[in-house]
């Protein structure tokens, strides 16, 4: 059967087996879900993988078992499939002994904390989730080795992370239980003032929408001269207002670019107005 967009967490093992919270076999499936907080006095705390069970985008993590020392809090395979999934940070001693115990089966576009001798395609790192200690694993944006770095093959039309997010939305399928979603931004600014004689100051006010942390960037150009100021600000509106005092003759060009150094590193909008002082 199939088990998808499930939360699986804070659950108990007791029993002496070397069995998970959740086993996986037969012809079961375990998509799009999360693994996390669970503890087993003896054994596997996380999944157990056998037979032709699958496990697709799925994300383990701070599952703890008593006997962690080889390595088999998070996840324990000895056959069928698990594919762009993360096993991080499980057991308490996960960066010496790891998360994941892989005798058998296939273990493809995964990313675990210690890297699995028999694993195709994987990664051994930090995942760079936007705040795992709080339950959201999200991706940021450094999170080069899971944003695109997904097996294509095992994801079907209209698939949905276990967010609601759709799959895929770069170039290829992202590792884990979340999809990386650029947030679309608009920005745009006013002049506030009007520099008329020398001396005279103008304010410049942004309004960002959408997005996370835009920082703004300011330049001035007379263009006579070529002369110019440049100032950076962070945020929105009045409080990333950049004030600036136009204290030559001449005709002044304003450059206004912002950007999503979280989300949307690569989007800019540009603005060119001009004024004119008079001495």
């Known amino acids: 059967g199939l088990m998808t967009h499930c939360l699986i967490e804070s659950n108990v093992r007791t029993k002496a087996a070397i069995a998970g919270v959740v086993s996986v076999y037969g012809t079961g499936i375990l998509r799009n879900s999360i693994i996390r907080d669970n503890t087993a006095t003896t054994q596997t705390a996380g999944l157990k993988v056998m037979g032709n069970g699958r496990v697709e985008h799925c994300t383990g993590y701070n599952n703890n078992s008593q006997s962690s020392t080889i390595g088999n809090s998070g996840l324990v395979q000895t056959g069928g499939t698990v594919v762009n999934s993360i096993f991080y940070a499980n057991g308490a001693q996960y960066k010496s002994f790891g998360s994941c115990m892989v005798t058998g089966g296939t273990f493809q576009n995964n990313l675990t904390d210690l890297a699995v001798a028999s694993g195709i395609d ?4 930090d995942p760079g989730f936007v705040n795992a200690a709080g339950g959201d694993y999200r ?9 695109d770095k ?3 093959a095992v994801t079907y039309e209209g698939e949905l992370d276990v967010n609601g997010e759709a799959r895929v939305q770069g170039e290829h399928v992202d590792i884990g239980c979340c999809e990386f979603v650029v947030d679309a931004f608009s920005a745009s600014f006013e002049i506030v003032g009007t520099a008329s004689t020398v001396g005279d100051s103008v304010r410049l006010v942004p309004t ?6 835009p920082v ?4 001035i150009v007379e263009e006579a001269t070529g002369a110019e100021k440049t100032g950076t ?3 929105t509106g009045d409080e990333a207002a950049f004030e600036v005092v136009l204290d030559e003759v001449g005709v002044y060009s304003f450059y206004y670019s912002v950007v999503d150094g979280t989300n949307a590193s690569e989007s800019q909008k540009l603005r060119v107005f001009k ?5």
């Open 122 to 125: 994987c990664y051994a790192t």
């Open 139 to 147: 991706l940021t944006a450094t999170a080069t080795t899971l944003i």
């Open 150 to 152: 997904g097996e294509d």
């Open 208 to 213: 960002v929408t959408g997005g996370k942390n």
């Open 216 to 219: 703004n960037s300011w330049r």
């Open 233 to 235: 600000t962070s945020g």
């Open 275 to 279: 004024l004119r002082t008079a001495g």
